[in-house]
């Protein structure tokens, strides 16, 4: 990889009008996974002085800042104890703390890596996203859009609301990326997707409709629901697990994250 030039401010107009002058300058996030995203770098933009890296707990949400890195979520008490500290419980499967320490939230969302363990949960929460020149956008929205133009992410929204939630990653080594993993969640309606395929995470949508619209979710749906899930998802093969073996996770997983938020119901 080569960075021809750095450029560093605390101004976000500044930043976003240098990342728009060349279509080979990039936004720095933590820097962990910089390397899988381009070769070359024109301008390497460093927005660290604009201070995007706090956690604020509102009434209604929690806010983290873009460049407010892993373990700083990981430990932060708010997210702890939201959606059964989901986040958190992802966060801490990722590599060792010295990446948790440099990766940040905003550099992890916006490469919307195959392999990510956070996309996962946030997609089975009500998360959204504020961009400097684009503004406020589901993350799911977000992830759906093929070309999303160059901007500056400032913060990603949590809304509260009380659901509960289930996570799992499966993994070789603890310092291995995920074979496949897991994030079940239940409001007024259940929500799963299933990351690490080993391509991006996806809902199963024939699965979630089938147990959304079930009067009563005992054993036998959630494992109709687990079954048609597996079916339903193009899982593939790579060099850390078949895709058959990635089916039988599926199945297997899905069946206890179900069972997991059903039995937290208060």
Request: net charge positive.
């Amino acid at each position: 990889m080569k960075i021809k030039n750095y450029y560093k401010t605390s101004n976000l107009e500044d930043a976003y009008k240098m990342l728009l002058d060349d279509k080979q300058n990039i936004i720095i996030g933590g820097g962990a996974w910089l390397k899988l995203t381009k070769k070359i770098v024109e301008t390497a933009i460093d927005i660290t002085p604009a201070n995007l890296n706090e956690i604020i707990e509102t009434k209604d949400s929690i806010e983290i800042g873009a460049m407010t890195s892993l373990h700083q979520i990981e430990i932060n008490k708010a997210l702890q104890s939201h959606c059964n500290g989901i986040l958190c419980e992802a966060i801490s499967h990722i590599m060792g703390m010295g990446i948790r320490n440099i990766a940040t939230i905003g550099g992890s969302v916006m490469g919307k890596y195959s392999f990510s363990d956070i996309l996962t949960p946030l997609l089975v929460m009500d998360t959204s996203l504020v961009f400097h020149n684009y503004g406020e956008i589901s993350l799911e929205e977000f992830m759906n859009i093929k070309r999303f133009d160059k901007d500056i992410l400032v913060r990603v929204i949590i809304k509260k609301d009380n659901r509960k939630g289930y996570f799992h990653k499966v993994q070789k080594t603890a310092l291995d990326f995920a074979v496949i993993n897991f994030a079940v969640s239940k409001k007024n309606k259940i929500r799963i997707f299933v990351g690490s395929r080993p391509s991006i995470a996806i809902e199963p949508l024939k699965a979630v409709e089938y147990i959304n619209n079930q009067k009563v979710v005992n054993d036998e749906v959630i494992a109709t629901t687990a079954s048609i899930a597996a079916n339903e998802m193009k899982l593939g093969s790579n060099s850390r697990a078949g895709s058959e073996y990635r089916k039988s996770l599926v199945e297997v997983y899905i069946k206890r994250g179900l069972k997991e938020v059903m039995s937290n119901e208060n």
